[in-house]
C-alpha cells in the first residue's frame, strides 16, 4: 500500500533546488516509479510477483502504476466524498490510461459523517465485488464501523460475494490482456463499447466492468430499486439470467434488495468463471482450494440469444482457452457434446450440465458453443439461462 504522495507542500524547499510548486504533481509520478523499481527489482532476484496500490498519481505515473484506489472514502452515501463519489473516479481514471481500479468498501473517513452501516457496508461489499480490486477496511472508527465480523449474515454476505469475485478472475484476466493490448481499462463507461449511444459519455453512476458486464450500484439508503440506462437491445440479469428489454432511451426501474446488486450483460454473452470451489489464485494449504488445483476446469455462463443467428460472443482468456456463443437458440433436451447427449438439469432459470474437454455444444444439429484449447479432460460445468 504505497499511500500518500499527493500532499507535497507546494512552499517546501527541496534538496534538489526544484520549485516545489511545480515539482508537486512530479512528486506523484516519482513515488508510483519508486514503488514500482523496489518490486521490479525483489521479483528479478527471487522470481517472486508483488504488487501495489497507490491513491495518487499524474500523467507520466501510468507506465509505473499496478493499481489505483480510490482513496479515503466518507462512510457514507454522499456524493461529495462517500460511496456515490467512487464510480466518477474509476471512469475517469480507466479513460486517462489506469486500468485497475479499486475503493476501500465501506470507506475509511467518518470523522464528519455517521460510522459505517450495516446497509451501507452491504451495498459497498456488492460493488466492490464487481470491481477490477476487492478490497475491504476497517477504517478510521474501526470500533464503530459495521464490518463482515459484526454478524453472521454480514459474514454470509461477504463470503458469497468474495466467492463470486474470484470466480470473475478468468473473465477479468481477459479484460486484463486486452488492456495491455489496447489501452480499454477493465473499469470503463459504456462509450468505449457502445460509441453511439448518447448516454455513454454522461453516465456516472454506472459502469462496465470489461466489455460486457454492466453494472448500476445502488448509491442511496433506503433504496429497494435502481434506475439504469442500457443500449438498446436484449439484456440478462447477470446472475438471475432475466430478460429487461431496453429501447436505449427509456430509463429502466429495477428491483434491488439490499443484498443485491443490479447487473446485466446484452444479447448472447459468453462467460468463462471458475468453479465455484476456487477460494484463491495464491498457493494454498488444507481445506483452501486454489486456482491451479483445478487447471483449466471452468464454468461456462451462456445467455440466451435474441438477435439475429449467426450473432457471435467471443471471450479468450489469458492461457487461451476461447470460447464462442453463437447466435442461435438453446433448448434443455437435443443437446450434445462432440456427439454425445448431453444430460441437463432445470432449476430457477437455469441449465445446468457438465461435459468434458474441448468441444461444440450442438442442439438439433445447430452450434450454441464451442470451447477450445485446453486439457482433453478439462472439466466444463455449463451453466445456460433459459429465457
Known sequence: MADFAEWLPTDARLASADDAGAYHNRYAV???????????DAE????????????????????????????????????????????????????TGFPYFGHDIAGYMSQTTTPTSKELWFRWVTFGALTPVMRTHHGR????????????????????????????VPYQRAMAAAARSTGAPLFRPFVLDWPDWEPGWALDDQYLLGDRIAVAPVLGSGETTRTVRLPAGVWY??????????????????????????????????????????????????SVVDATELGDDREVWLYPCEGAPGWMSVLTEVTALGYVRSGDTFAATGATW??????????????TGDVIGPGRLLVEGVEVLRAQGGRATRRLALRIAIP
Open 30 to 40: 516519482e513515488w508510483a516509479k519508486l514503488n514500482w523499481e523496489l518490486l521490479r
Open 237 to 286: 440479469g447477470l446472475l438471475d439470467g432475466r430478460a429487461l428489454i431496453s429501447d436505449g432511451d427509456t430509463p429502466l426501474v429495477v428491483a434491488a434488495a439490499v443484498s443485491e446488486i443490479p447487473a446485466f450483460v446484452p444479447d448472447c454473452t459468453v462467460l468463462a468463471t471458475y468453479p465455484p470451489e476456487v477460494d484463491t489464485v495464491v498457493d494454498s494449504v488444507g
Open 141 to 168: 472508527s474501526a470500533r464503530a464501523n459495521w464490518n463482515w465480523e459484526s454478524d453472521a449474515e454480514s459474514t454470509a454476505h461477504l463470503r458469497r460475494w468474495a466467492k463470486l469475485h474470484m470466480q470473475l
Open 44 to 95: 528479478l532476484r527471487d522470481g517472486v510477483e508483488r504488487l501495489f496500490f497507490a491513491r495518487a498519481a499524474h500523467l507520466g505515473s501510468q507506465p509505473y502504476m499496478h493499481v489505483v484506489w480510490a482513496g479515503d472514502q466518507q462512510t457514507d452515501f454522499s456524493a461529495g466524498d462517500g460511496m456515490r463519489s467512487v464510480i466518477p473516479m474509476g471512469i475517469g481514471l480507466g479513460l
Open 338 to 351: 462432440n456427439g454425445a447427449p448431453v444430460l441437463f438439469s432445470v432449476a430457477d432459470g437455469w441449465a
